[in-house]
């Protein structure tokens, strides 16, 4: 029903009210609409042990709304359904000791 990609991600923004600091590809609050299931619709980010990554899952209606996302040269994306789950759980273990995929995931409303 919805695209999904789980990603580690920097983190964004100068922390002012303006520009408050979230992970890249966010939304921000004022982009998020719900009544909209255009683009990114839901997304959870936790930071990484050292605080400096983000580990994130994007949700979106289509994947075209996700495909920046999965470009980028910088950034280490698995997109849900076609990425062994072992490989994004290894990967995301070395920056989170912790890491649960169990217990990691975005809700969409």
């Known amino acids: 029903m919805y695209e999904r990609v789980l990603a580690i991600v920097p983190w964004s923004g100068a922390g002012t009210k303006a520009d408050p600091k979230r992970a890249m590809f966010t939304p921000s609050p004022a982009q998020m609409s719900p009544t ?3 683009g990114i619709i839901a997304f959870q980010c936790i930071p990484s ?18 495909n920046q996302i ?40």
């Open 36 to 38: 909209s299931r255009s």
């Open 49 to 66: 042990d050292n605080g400096l990554l983000a580990l994130c899952e994007y949700v979106a209606k289509d994947r075209a709304a996700l």
């Open 70 to 109: 999965l470009a980028a040269p910088s950034v280490k994306a698995f997109l849900k359904g076609r990425d062994k789950v072992e490989d994004i759980v290894a990967e995301f273990a070395k920056h989170s000791k912790n890491f649960d995929i169990n217990r990691f995931g975005a809700r969409v409303p």
